[in-house]
């Protein structure tokens, strides 16, 4: 069987609800915010029971924004994205399997009557085939995707279609499974390990060379955790690799350079995001406190002015200095492992 038949039928026919899942990989087992328990009551149980995504896909201010869900499933971040952008937004729910699209689309009018308007659509195709869906280039704001990207044969395909349809300026915003490691053979190709997000888990080395060869030059990763092989038969197979979910933001603009770079510049967050009254987390490495001055390299700049953030900070400085490499930037692991007393990349991004 392809991939993506083994994939059909795992999410269309075998898994009929979250608790069939045999491992915490396509499930996320984090806490939900405060602010988005209310939303997420306003979800038909049927699309919550079928949810089987890895982690949180809702980045601030999306009010008005016209997003993308790559691999929506039956559409749980789907109508809870609806309710953020709210009326003047929309929300285009993307995926490849009958049974999914079926229950999504079957409660959309209810969801309609419950947020008293309808501002999201579903649409059936390939992640890897994005431009031939009708989807106009350069016209989402956000781009999201939970637990899906693994499960892609052609992730290079995927995150290209990403490129050319989000608008400068715009990201994409995703929570996947990646691997410490290149998965064997012997893993990849296994159809539960596979179904389970864990076959097609992308070393994150590998992750970060396909992203920026698709024009996204500075990942950054947002949160991750350690996800368990609980089934004593997968964790067989499996061995010693260890497995993380973790959320990344990709940024579309040419004018990120491939390292961080040191032009003496900072910015003052002014604590004037919805659910963000005290700090701003742009990424793991950026945690900014509302009005204090907090040291930047050039990209998180151009991350936060050219981009929806801009209303809520003051900058300071410009680019016509450079002061070198900015201090900090390095490699390793860049995921937490409680295994292993944490993870050893302490760098800005
Ligand atoms: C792990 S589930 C996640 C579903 C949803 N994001 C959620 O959080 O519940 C993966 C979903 O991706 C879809 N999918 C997998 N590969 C795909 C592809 N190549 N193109 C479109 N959809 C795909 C599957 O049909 C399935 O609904």
């Known amino acids: 069987m392809q991939e993506r038949d083994v994939v059909k039928e795992y999410y269309g026919k075998t898994l009929q609800s979250s608790e069939d899942l045999k491992t915490t990989a396509c499930c996320d087992i984090g806490a939900v915010p405060e602010w988005l328990k209310p939303l997420l009551a306003n979800i038909h149980p049927e699309v919550l029971s079928r949810y089987y995504g890895c982690g949180l896909i809702a980045p601030a201010l999306l009010e008005g924004c016209r997003i993308l869900d790559l691999g929506c499933g039956s559409g749980r971040d789907v109508y809870a994205l ?45 992640m890897e085939q994005l431009d031939e869906l009708n989807l106009e280039p350069g016209s989402f704001d956000v781009i999201v995707s939970n637990c899906v990207i693994n499960l892609s044969p052609d992730k290079d395909a995927v995150l290209r279609g990403v490129h050319r349809l989000l608008k400068d300026g ?41 992203a920026r060869r698709a024009g996204f030059t500075d990942p950054r990763l947002v949160e991750d955790r350690p996800l368990e092989v609980t089934d004593p038969v997968l964790a067989a197979k499996t061995g010693a690799i260890r497995f993380f979910s973790a959320t ?66 003051d900058f300071i400085g410009d680019f016509s200095r450079h002061y070198g490499i900015f201090a900090g930037c390095g490699g390793g692991l860049p995921y937490d492992d409680s295994a292993s007393g944490g993870g050893d990349g302490a760098a800005c991004c």
């Not at 999914?100 to 008293?116: N, P, S, T, Y």
């Not at 915003?173 to 992308?202: I, K, M, N």
């Not at 002014?270 to 659910?275: A, E, L, Q, T, W």
């Open 82 to 126: 609806a309710q953020l952008v709210g009326p003047t937004g929309e929300v285009v729910g993307l995926d490849m399997t009958d049974e999914q699209l079926d229950v999504a689309r079957r409660h959309q009018g209810w969801h309609a009557e419950k947020f008293g308007y309808n501002n999201v659509r579903f649409v059936q195709g390939y």
């Open 170 to 210: 715009g990201e994409m915003y995703f929570s996947d499974v990646y691997a410490d490691r290149r998965v064997p053979e012997s893993v990849r190709t296994d159809p539960v390990l596979y179904g389970e997000c864990l076959g097609g888990a992308l070393y994150w080395g590998d992750f970060l060379r396909i």
């Open 248 to 313: 990344y933001r990709l940024f579309r603009s040419d004018k990120l350079e491939t390292e961080c770079e040191d032009y003496g510049q900072a910015v003052i967050y002014k604590g004037s995001i919805p659910n963000s009254l005290a700090r701003c987390v742009l990424d793991k490495h950026h945690d900014m406190e509302t009005g204090r001055v907090f040291p930047v390299c050039g990209n998180t700049w151009h991350m936060l002015k050219d981009t929806r953030f801009a209303p809520h900070f």
